[in-house]
């Protein structure tokens, strides 16, 4: 039973995992030709570690547990968005980014 669950949701890793593997290729490639990419080689593959790590544990969440917390956390996305228009960096033309100092956050 628990290798068909299993299974289950195997048919969505692979094709990410994929497009993962494409993606970083590509930017490899990318920095070997123009050097102006050469960090986004590293900077991609660190978003993408921590993105696949964070599917993985939202995996585990019950969904029970984010409905019942779910005013919670639309409220708190609320209170982000007004503190951007006060205290947010402008980045490309749009005030919609929290500048932290190693990276920028944007609220959504």
Same mark, same amino acid.
């Given at each position: 039973m628990k290798k068909k669950k299993i299974l289950n949701y195997l048919w969505l890793y692979i094709?990410?995992? =994929? &497009?993962?593997? =494409?993606s970083l290729i590509n930017m490899k490639i990318a920095g070997n030709i123009q050097s102006i990419?050469? /960090?986004y080689f590293f900077k991609q593959s660190i978003w993408?570690?921590?993105g696949l790590i964070i599917l993985i544990i939202m995996k585990f969440i019950?969904? +029970?547990? &984010?409905?019942?917390?779910?005013?919670?956390?639309?409220?708190? /996305? =609320?209170i982000l968005l007004i503190l951007v228009?006060?205290?947010g960096s402008t980045i490309n033309g749009s +005030?919609?980014?929290f500048n932290l100092g190693i990276f920028s956050f944007q609220p959504m």
């Open positions: 094709p990410l995992l =994929i &497009l993962i593997t =494409i990419y050469k /960090n993408f570690s921590l019950k969904p +029970k547990l &984010l409905f019942k917390y779910s005013f919670i956390l639309y409220i708190f /996305n =609320i228009l006060f205290f +005030k919609a980014w």
